[in-house]
């Protein structure tokens, strides 16, 4: 143990109401930072704090806004459309194979894998006519309020059959209409372009795309 104490080592802590409170030790490196927290008397009134605020507030009120509409008119405009993030991981949607058929073959490997278990499948067997499997999902639910878009759905996934695009979250005025059935999902998909994409790993922006290997020292 070192020597001890005397609980003086030339820093005053202050107490909440601006006096000098008792010493304290502090640990080597940490200082106090310079400062006097007492009010005056015409501080302690609030009301010149409030109209310096007002003011500030009015001056501000006539300036040019710095705020950016993105109102989605020109996806490639970045004042009109936000792009996110490489790699960033927005709302799901399904994919399609060759013949139109979404490409989910009801495993539930991504439900299995899903942390938040938001998501629920129902499989039921294929038509006769689909050669290429035994099953496909008769129901096919991501509830979006439940999911934290980890994106282990997609990486489970064996058949390459959701992912996550860099959609933003959507706002809606209803729990229910947060709830993506597969429908809705196989029509996002086509709405972005790729539902028949057949990337790696995710869509950085850019359909196909890998993200480059990391290179450390």
Not at 15 to 43: F, K, N, R
Not at 179 to 189: A, I, P, S, T
């Amino acid at each position: 143990m070192s020597g001890s104490h005397d609980g003086h080592d030339g820093h005053d802590a202050h107490d909440a109401h601006g006096g000098t409170a008792a010493a304290v030790d502090l640990p080597p490196g940490v200082v106090i930072a310079p400062g006097d927290p007492s009010q005056t008397w015409v501080e302690k009134l609030y009301l010149p704090e409030i109209v310096k605020g007002l003011g500030n507030t009015m001056r501000r009120l006539f300036q040019k806004s710095f705020t950016i509409d993105y109102d989605g008119t020109d996806r490639e405009n970045p004042e009109k459309y936000h792009q996110p993030r490489n790699g960033y991981r927005g709302e799901h949607y399904l994919k399609k194979d060759d013949n139109g058929h979404v490409k989910c073959v009801a495993c539930f490997m991504c439900a299995a894998a899903c942390p938040a278990e938001c998501i629920h499948i129902e499989a039921t067997p294929t038509p006769p006519e689909w050669a290429d499997r035994e099953r496909y999902p008769k129901r096919f639910e991501i509830d979006l309020l439940r999911c934290i878009y980890c994106g282990m759905c997609e990486e489970a996934c064996p058949v390459d059959a959701i992912a996550l695009s860099t959609t933003y979250n959507i706002v809606s005025d209803s729990r229910e209409a947060k709830v993506y059935r597969r429908d809705k999902l196989l029509e996002l998909g086509e709405q972005l372009g790729l539902s028949q994409s057949h990337h790696h790993y995710r869509p950085d922006n850019v359909p196909g795309h890998v993200p480059e290997k990391k290179t450390g020292h």
